[in-house]
Every structure is written in structure tokens, then in C-alpha cells.
T-cell receptor
Framework: GDSVTQMEGPVTLSEEAFLTINCTYTATGYPSLFWYVQYPGEGLQLLLK?????DKGSNKGFEATYRKETTSFHLEKGSVQVSDSAVYFC??????????????FGTGTRLKVLA | DAGVIQSPRHEVTEMGQEVTLRCKPI?????LFWYRQTMMRGLELLIYFNNNVPIDDSGMPEDRFSAKMPNASFSTLKIQPSEPRDSAVYFC???????????????FGDGTRLSIL
């Protein structure tokens, strides 16, 4: 079945370091891919998305490229800030045979950025 | 836009009591999702409505849990009777889906933190 696998956390970085959070997926169809961010005490917020192969989603300095050949959607940021400390979720959305849609979330990766 | 609105934000009650969580989705959205988040199990989909009809309730833990969506602007998740293991943060999310604008992102509320003593 469809699934999302993302790297285990926590990830601890110093401010201005380069960030990569790995995400790979398994899907039978042509899913859309998403990264969500969750700050303490809040719900998940959409960070970026990509709807087809080779699309690059970007927002707030974060980027991820939809790689069909490697079934990956890794999240990157060139220079992290303390305010980026949060939990990051990779997710896919795909159509079902019944005409509805299915969303699958990864387990989340906690990022802690030290000043 | 007001966003997804959940109430209450916090609920503390004793085991055996009935708990009702409420959600108002974003106006115009036709899909609504209830999730449960715990440290041990992460984010779990409980139930998914499309056009007010339950599409997938396979994540509902047991008969103590029930969810309704009487109209496009309101949904409830009820636990009766509640147990300590139901303690978690419960999120409601909504999205707009149709065959043209497929795979739109979900918009989450801020959640209800539920503690069952």
C-alpha cells in the first residue's frame, strides 16, 4: 500500500547550518507531495507542496523537489534559524479508485536549532 | 479566512464521562478529517468525511468513538465512555477536493488537548 517514510529525529543543528530531512514514499498512482510544519501547541501548517514529478515546492527558505525516479521529496534549507525549531511532517495525497482522496502522513521529524 | 476552528482547546475530565469535541471547517471546504496525535503513535487518521458523508472510518479505535457531520459547517467527535488511554491531542482538518482540484492540502485547527483522569 501507499506509505511515507521520513528520517527519525530529533535533528539538532546550530543556527545557520544546512538542513536536510529525508522523505521517501511508495504510491501506486501519481500523488501530490507535501511538507507540513507543527510548532509547539499548534496544528500542522502547510509548508510547501509539489503536484508532479520534477516540481519544486518552496516557502520561507525551505525547498523540496518531487523526484519520481528516487520516490523522494527531501526537505532542505540553506541556513536554519532558531525559529525553525518544530516538527516537520512529510505527506502524500492520492486519488482512490472510489473517486475520493487519501492522505498519508509520515511520523514527523523534530528539529531543534541551537543559537 | 477564519481557518479551522476547534473547541474546546483543552478538556480535562474523569474516566467514564462523555466527551464531545467540536469542529468548524473552513467555509467552502467539502472534506473534513479527525486526527489523534500522541507521542507513542504519532498522527493517526480517525475518520474522513466528504460532502458530509463518512468515507473512511477505519481509524476509529472502537465503538466508544463516534463522529457526525450534520452539515457542511460543523462536525463533532464524541467519546463515551472516556478512558485514560484516550488522552491525546485531537485535530480537525479540512480541505477542498474535486476531480479538477485534486490533492489539495489540508488545513488544520489548533487541536483539542484532552486529558482523561
Amino acid at each position: 500500500g501507499d506509505s511515507v517514510t521520513q528520517m527519525e529525529g530529533p535533528v539538532t543543528l546550530s543556527e545557520e547550518a544546512f538542513l536536510t530531512i529525508n522523505c521517501t514514499y511508495t504510491a501506486t498512482g501519481y500523488p501530490s507531495l507535501f511538507w507540513y510544519v507543527q510548532y509547539p501547541g499548534e496544528g500542522l501548517q502547510l509548508l510547501l507542496k509539489a503536484t508532479k514529478a520534477d516540481d519544486k515546492g518552496s516557502n520561507k527558505g525551505f525547498e523540496a523537489t518531487y523526484r519520481k525516479e528516487t520516490t523522494s521529496f527531501h526537505l532542505e534549507k540553506g541556513s536554519v534559524q532558531v525559529s525553525d525549531s518544530a516538527v516537520y511532517f512529510c505527506a502524500l495525497g492520492t486519488s482512490t479508485t472510489s473517486g475520493t482522496y487519501k492522505y498519508i502522513f509520515g511520523t514527523g521529524t523534530r528539529l531543534k536549532v541551537l543559537a | 479566512d477564519a481557518g479551522v476552528i476547534q473547541s474546546p482547546r483543552h478538556e480535562v475530565t474523569e474516566m467514564g464521562q462523555e466527551v464531545t469535541l467540536r469542529c468548524k471547517p473552513i467555509s467552502g471546504h467539502n472534506s473534513l478529517f479527525w486526527y489523534r496525535q500522541t507521542m507513542m503513535r504519532g498522527l493517526e487518521l480517525l475518520i474522513y468525511f466528504n460532502n458530509n458523508v463518512p468515507i473512511d472510518d477505519s481509524g476509529m479505535p472502537e465503538d466508544r468513538f463516534s463522529a457526525k457531520m450534520p452539515n457542511a459547517s460543523f462536525s463533532t467527535l464524541k467519546i463515551q465512555p472516556s478512558e485514560p488511554r484516550d488522552s491525546a491531542v485531537y485535530f480537525c482538518a479540512s480541505s477542498f477536493e474535486d476531480r479538477v482540484y485534486s490533492n489539495q492540502p489540508q488545513h488544520f485547527g489548533d487541536g483539542t488537548r484532552l486529558s482523561i483522569l
